[in-house]
């Protein structure tokens, strides 16, 4: 059972999740190699009940013939079947953990990586996101559905076998909130979108940007606080991802294909996370603009002068890194 | 030389500074303990030219003979000899790396940590952490000095050598502008200080409480966002750590060498981040009460989902961190 906690000086909720680490020695590293991976096709049974699948028709469900699968977290950070209660203050505040978290298994095969599987795979996972997206924003208790990955155990993975997480809360998430606030400022300001105007500095400056196709762009950002963060934008104005076409949605699956391809060239396959930051479910705010963030994890990125500051210091220019991640040579 | 970049959509700043690390390899953990240590004694002519030191009365600077010493970051971030320019905006927005990143050693020794060395040694730092404070707000530019620790490669710190680091900024930092905002507002609302209040509910409800003297208190936060997490108050409502009194220094030498020393023990000398907050330079706010947040770097702080919400997922409750801590056995 977890619960939401909000910090009174700075004004943060954090999830504070069932106490199931509290000895020092659950903090060493596990060998994972040792273990038997329960993401692999034929170890259906080792996790929660499937809630979706792209399987064979003639299978049922938990068991091999799947292409892309749906499970709750085995140890979720947050659970459905919570009962959701206002927040409690007394002099902090509390709400009970209630949300969902659930992992989206890439592929049966344990080597798989963005980067090695089929595009017409990668569409089955993007289709996937977008199915659960619709899933979720029909439960009208939950405000934000954020889907993210985290690829290596120094990005947070705690499983090695590719995978996502999507994650729905009671709550509009502050980062969020925050984006709202500044893209709506924005446009009421010069009656045009924050993110689409962006596209159009970075595609007539040309300097940070690593790749385009048809419908989307990937860029540096001018204010990158990583080395080699990336941010993925999709051209057309629009707030929710589950909003895209058919066409966007294969365009998405060969930029993520390449750009995942350089990055993993250039920097000999990076831990990373990324996260999808849509409007909150159900709305389409006119100034807001989805939009993919990813954060190769190169070194520590958070020391005592970021956590202090909110400011980041990065040693690596976004006119240089987009440099390197164009001229990586692929393969013919 | 770097600069302040501002990022249009989540409107933060970040240093880019001098393109340093461009290549992959330049991301590769170097063998440090293959390196001549340029903070021990004896290696003074390894740092730039000292700009304080506590140090026998019969030598000079940069030669042995030091107890604490401070010498300007190697590799700044920010210089003070840039010129401080208005930001420009070109539709994005930039700043001249303006400001100070010093270094303190805390000792002369390589194998010193703040548990094992003197109490007398411990003030030294203290001291000098006042002093320099003192020094950085003679200067009209810099509206904010942070002093930090990163502790072990994993919490960010580049050399082994204990020390800890001071920067000095041209402008506030968003994180203490929310804190001054937020500890403001409560003020107004009702007549009391924030920090204060908290303080008084933590020794009423005692679960979270690790520690305290006559003149500080420390705790596990109710919100805590990391396993461990713990806020150092002075129980004296102040909003300038150069403010403290002498009995103050020698009680938070005191507090400060156990509270490591506990953190030690139970976990196994972790990594960890440390950072001051304390209010804008040369400001006494009413409503600010400066404080020590510790983070404790247990395991991979941050994924995709802390990124993209700024929602934490601690799976420590702070009452049993507080009570592993309290728990822990010290040598008589």
Chains 1, 2 share one sequence.
Request: hydrophobic share 35%; proline share 7%.
């Amino acid at each position: 059972m977890s619960e939401f906690r909000k910090d009174l000086l700075n004004q943060k909720w954090t999830i504070v999740a069932s106490g199931r680490k509290t000895r020092p020695s659950d903090f060493k590293g596990e060998d994972e190699s040792r273990k038997i991976c329960s993401f692999c096709e034929g170890n259906e049974k080792l996790t929660p009940p499937e809630t979706f699948a792209f399987r064979d028709a003639t299978t049922g469900p938990d068991v091999p013939g799947w292409q892309v699968r749906v499970v709750p977290n085995k140890y979720p950070a947050l659970d459905p079947s919570e009962i959701l209660l206002q927040s409690k203050v007394d002099f902090y505040e509390v709400m009970s953990g209630f949300g969902a978290h659930e992992v989206i298994i890439e592929g049966p095969n344990h080597d798989i990586s963005l980067s090695n599987i089929s595009i017409d795979q990668l569409e089955k996972i993007l289709k996937t996101y977008i199915l659960r997206y619709q899933h979720w924003s029909g439960n009208p208790h939950l405000k934000y559905i954020l889907i993210i990955k985290n690829q290596g155990c120094f990005a947070g993975a705690s499983l090695e076998h590719s995978h996502s997480q999507l994650f729905a809360t009671p709550l509009i998430p502050a980062k969020v909130l925050e984006e709202l606030a500044f893209s709506e400022e924005y446009y009421k300001k010069y009656k045009s979108c924050l993110y689409c105007d962006v596209i159009e500095r970075e595609k007539s400056e040309q300097v940070r940007v690593v790749l385009e196709n048809e419908c989307f762009i990937a860029f540096c950002p001018y204010a990158s606080r990583f080395p080699f963060e990336i941010y993925l934008l999709p051209k057309r104005h629009l707030s929710l991802f589950e909003d895209i076409s058919k066409r966007e949605e294969s365009q998405l699956a060969l930029i993520m294909k390449e750009l995942f391809t350089r990055l993993n060239y250039a920097l000999d396959n990076p831990p990373y996370n990324y996260f999808i930051h849509v409007s909150p479910a159900n709305t389409t705010p006119p100034f807001y603009h989805w939009h993919i963030e990813i954060i190769p994890r190169l070194s520590s990125t958070m020391g005592g002068f970021e956590w202090g500051t909110g400011i980041f210091i990065n040693s690596v220019k976004p006119e240089d890194a987009a440099c390197v991640l164009r001229d990586v040579k692929l393969d013919q």
